[in-house]
């Protein structure tokens, strides 16, 4: 008897849609890309040309009609998630948001309650969960091989100095619900702290912007500590000040040793630069990109290149969608999760405006 497949529609057209999406829902067997909603078109930008074989819908009201249509992918800007996340399932569909979830932890717990009353599955796109630097600092601190966690630091640094110009002034450089950088690049780092360690017991929070020219007052930079009463203290940042060769990404400190990376997950670097999916190389750091680690031995640290882990790439998101969606594991990333991380950035904001360390 063969698998059950789903029809998968993906709402909206951009660069979400077509690097982190599309082509991995299609390396999935037991997942059909089935319809694309894109409202707008463009020259030499219209799915229903590129896709010719698929359904692609101009109107969401017929799109959502569709009783083909089994899941659907949210892969539009963070002010219309709640509206569009909330009209899939209502009309029965499983929903995969991009991230941030939602703006607010209000419109999160009221999308994951009417899920539960669909009987549906809701979750959220944390890709960078399968990212091979955080796999491997993962296998780190899991395997003890680091012993006891007292430091963690994650960052997003860039060198992006001059405001961004009006032209190029999507979602992630303006001024909105659900917009700025801890929003945009925390969703994914903050997850990333609270999937390894857990919510934390206290946060504190500097947020605003780095830049000297800021018309928009849109908040480019962010550094948020997570305290654990284990005495661990995470700093998850993003800069756009760093005028750096190598951008640093993690350093993790144990007692008994010490890993430090630099250079960012690979992934998106090569399907924005052509390499697809199931390429041989993708998702494979050159060695000179490894990370390095510290242990003690006889009582003095040695330090040797750690290679990244390899083998998991952003396909396993969508390969545990399809094992939840057949009821043969847990999602890859859920909307209760999400909930989470979106507290966590209230509370950071709430954190930065009062200059004060808050409890979770």
């Not at 101009?58 to 949210?74: C, L, N, P």
């Not at 995969?96 to 939602?102: G, L, R």
């Not at 083998?311 to 939840?324: D, F, N, P, S, V």
């Not at 890859?332 to 909930?339: L, T, V, Y």
Request: charged share 25%.
């Amino acid at each position: 008897m063969p698998a059950k497949t789903w029809n998968v529609c993906v709402i909206g057209y951009g660069l979400s849609a077509k690097t982190f999406h599309l082509p991995f829902i299609q390396l999935e067997p037991r997942l059909k890309l089935y319809a694309i909603y894109q409202r707008d078109v463009f020259p030499n930008d219209d799915a229903a040309v590129d896709y010719p074989d698929l359904k692609v819908y101009r109107s969401s009201e017929e799109m959502f009609k569709d009783e083909a249509i089994d899941v659907v992918v949210v892969s539009t800007s963070p002010e219309s998630h709640y509206p569009l996340i909330k009209l899939a399932l209502e009309h029965g569909k499983h929903v995969v948001s991009e991230k941030p979830f939602t703006p607010t932890t209000q419109e999160a717990d009221e999308l994951i309650a009417l899920s539960k009353k669909q009987n549906k599955l809701l979750a959220v796109y944390q890709n960078r969960r399968f990212d091979a630097d955080f796999l491997t600092v993962t296998q780190l601190v899991k395997s003890g091989a680091l012993g006891r966690i007292v430091e963690y630091e994650s960052h997003i640094d860039r060198h992006r100095p001059e405001q961004p110009a009006a032209s190029e002034s999507v979602w992630k450089n303006k001024v909105m619900p659900g917009g700025s950088a801890i929003y945009d690049l925390g969703a994914h780092i903050l997850d990333q702290a609270v999937h390894l360690f857990g919510l934390p017991n206290r946060v504190t929070a500097f947020i605003g912007s780095q830049r000297e020219v800021n018309t928009t007052g849109y908040e480019d930079a962010f550094t948020v500590l997570f305290h654990y009463n284990s005495g661990l203290v995470a700093t998850i940042k993003a800069t756009v000040v760093s005028p750096e060769a190598e951008q640093f990404r993690f350093w993790v400190r144990g007692d008994k040793g010490s890993y430090k990376k630099f250079h960012f997950d690979i992934q998106e670097e090569q399907l924005r630069g052509g390499i697809k999916a199931t390429d041989s190389v993708y998702g494979r750091e050159p060695r000179e990109r490894y990370g390095t680690l510290s242990t003690i031995q006889n009582g003095k640290p040695v330090k040797e290149v750690y290679p990244t882990v390899e083998g998991t790439t952003w396909a396993e998101y969508y390969r545990r969608l399809a094992q939840a969606l057949a009821g043969e594991g847990e999602l890859p990333a859920s909307g209760e999760e999400a909930r989470e991380v979106i507290r966590l950035i209230e509370l950071a904001k709430e954190s930065s405006r009062l200059g004060k360390t808050l409890e979770v």
